[in-house]
């Protein structure tokens, strides 16, 4: 691992009275002005700008005041839930007076708006089809709905293919002549949008002169929840949505669900972080889709019983404890298929297959692995019917649905379907096409990247002085975000004596670190250590990489390094 400054502009911004520090940062992660470090919600792109959201609405304003029934069609992952939810709610609040959801099972039917989904869906009698964070590449789910007399409107944010669908109304800021700026917006952003300009036209049409305007700001939790866990670049547009629905979380104006997901995880809501949503809420709701039934976790977001919350909450939180002791299996077996390849004969492209393998699960052992040896991984799980089901996480500079498109072309028959976008991407193919599509996938990748792109660096924003390790600079970089993809939690490294080193539950350091010149002490742990490496008391200085951060212990608050690397000195 190579720890390496990150690159700052020749000329600084000005952005107002900050703290140096706090400019620096901001600026090393592209902000160049002051209005970008404003998080009001009128600083949103104007929803206008959308291509397809007139179409979109008229569609909605006809199903409002027909009294049509409308079935959101979602996806299984947390920005699906997080989506379906919205647009529930959002369409309740704006006067719909038949709204349900959908959600495949993804052991049953897959991904997205299927020719089966839509026979599925034809149970509800639905007049309007609304896809959620889905539907770009529902070539066939499209046709089969218009076959049965369904207007169908797409909303969306995936890459889109070489033929869009033929839905009534398309909304995918990532579609072909679409000028919305920020092409970033999560699923759940994208319904949000919708939501926006609906409200505006039924406004225009007088529909709340007699009655209160609906505030569909109440919907923002779920918006920062969905964008978060979706890992979707925090443009300064989507900074603004999750920033606006962390204040409604900390302020204690969030949905029961997740309220009771924050809970059963013992997290204090009024101190959540835009990490907590991540690596707390998300893989909670994430686990029901993965495991089971992304329907469990929907429902505990739209209840707004809160006893109820909590029983399905509680559930999402076994579940969860099920898919981490499922993933550490798998983790295991990935590691025993590689511990006898010498790294300089490894792929550059890892692709992994195991048939015992929970298709549910494939897509973090691919993170993991990623995370591990520094390269693109996809993993691989049985499907049923001869085929195999992937899930593929990448590295900086190598777009992997880009680059399963360069595959596709180049061995026509290969890949059975594909999608995703630059960082993950997921695919199906026939069992007997593996060993093929392992040597293609490498082959790319080897023609993007070199050697030296492989051994994984993390970007560090510098060390940090004596004087700066204290608990009033930890709480400012704390609420300085949001942080997240594309605009990363500040992270600093440095050299430590180390005075006190202990496991603390199964792999994690806790560690008591002199500063190098020996004047400050402070406290720090790792999470996910080696356990081949530490504890050591042999060795008494180290290197870290490490996150500053507010710790609080039975209503005390002390500075804490959230350690991100460490070795020996």
């Not at 005075?499 to 720090?524: A, T, W």
């Amino acid at each position: 691992m190579r720890i390496e400054p990150r690159q700052l502009p020749a000329t600084l911004p000005f952005l107002g009275d900050l703290p140096p520090l706090l400019t620096r940062l901001y600026a090393a992660r592209g902000v160049q002005s002051e209005a970008e470090l404003d998080k009001s919600l009128a600083r949103l792109i104007p929803f206008q700008q959308l291509k397809g959201i007139d179409a979109a609405v008229d569609l909605l304003v006809t199903a409002l005041e027909q009294r049509q029934r409308i079935l959101i069609v979602g996806d299984f992952d947390a920005d699906g839930a997080t989506a379906s939810t919205v647009g529930m709610l959002g369409l309740r609040l704006l006067g719909a007076a038949h709204v349900d959801y959908l959600v495949p099972n993804r052991f049953e039917y897959g991904y997205g708006l299927t020719p089966e989904i839509v026979e599925v869906a034809m149970t509800r009698e639905p007049h309007l089809l609304v896809t959620v964070d889905n539907g770009i590449s529902s070539v066939e789910g499209v046709a089969a709905a218009k076959r049965h007399g369904l207007k169908v409107l797409i909303t969306d944010h995936h890459l889109p293919g070489d033929e869009l669908p033929l839905a009534d109304a398309l909304v995918n800021p990532n579609q072909p002549g679409c000028e919305f700026p920020s092409k970033a917006l999560a699923g759940v952003g994208v319904i949000f949008y919708v939501l926006m300009a609906l409200r505006a036209r039924l406004r225009s049409l007088g529909w709340y002169e007699n009655k209160p305007q609906p505030n569909i700001g109440e919907l923002l939790d779920l918006v920062a929840l969905g964008s978060v866990a979706d890992v979707v670049p925090l443009d300064a547009n989507n900074r603004i949505l999750v920033h606006q629905g962390l204040e409604r979380i900390r302020a204690g104006r969030a949905r029961p669900g997740i309220k009771a997901i924050l809970e059963v995880a013992k997290r204090d809501a009024a101190r959540i972080t835009s990490t907590d949503l991540g690596f707390i809420v998300g893989p909670r709701l994430n686990a029901a889709g993965r495991l089971d039934d992304m329907s469990l976790g929907i429902e505990c977001l739209l209840t707004a019983d809160a006893n109820l919350a909590r029983e399905m909450a509680a559930q999402l939180d076994g579940m969860n404890q099920d898919r981490k002791s499922i993933e550490q299996g798998m983790q295991r077996e990935a590691l025993a298929q590689l511990k006898d390849l010498p790294v300089e004969s490894m792929p550059f492209g890892l692709c992994l297959f195991d048939p015992e393998w929970h298709q549910g699960v494939i897509g973090i052992l691919a993170s993991r692995m990623k995370e591990r040896y520094f390269r693109p991984t996809i993993a691989f799980a049985d499907a049923g019917d001869g085929l195999l089901k992937g899930s593929g996480r990448s590295v900086q500079g190598f777009h992997i649905r880009d680059a399963l498109s360069v595959v596709a072309a180049q061995h026509p028959n290969l890949i059975a379907k594909y999608g995703g976008h630059a960082m993950a991407a997921g695919l199906t193919l026939p069992q007997e096409n593996f060993a093929l599509f392992a040597e293609a996938f490498d082959a790319e990748v080897r023609r993007q990247l070199r050697e030296e792109d492989l051994t994984g660096r993390m970007l560090s924003d510098g060390t940090l002085a004596v004087e700066e390790f204290h608990l009033e600079l930890a709480r400012a970089l704390r609420h300085a975000g949001p942080w997240g993809q594309h605009f990363p939690e500040p992270l600093f490294h440095g050299v430590f004596q180390l005075v006190e080193q202990r496991v603390v539950g199964e792999r994690h350091l806790k560690v008591v670190l002199k500063s190098e010149c020996g004047s400050v002490k402070l406290d720090g742990i790792a999470f996910g250590i080696d356990r081949d490496i530490w504890p050591n008391p042999t060795i008494q200085w180290v290197e870290l990489a490490y996150k500053l951060d507010v710790n609080e212990f039975r209503g005390n608050e002390t500075v804490q390094l959230m350690i991100a690397h460490i070795e020996p000195r």
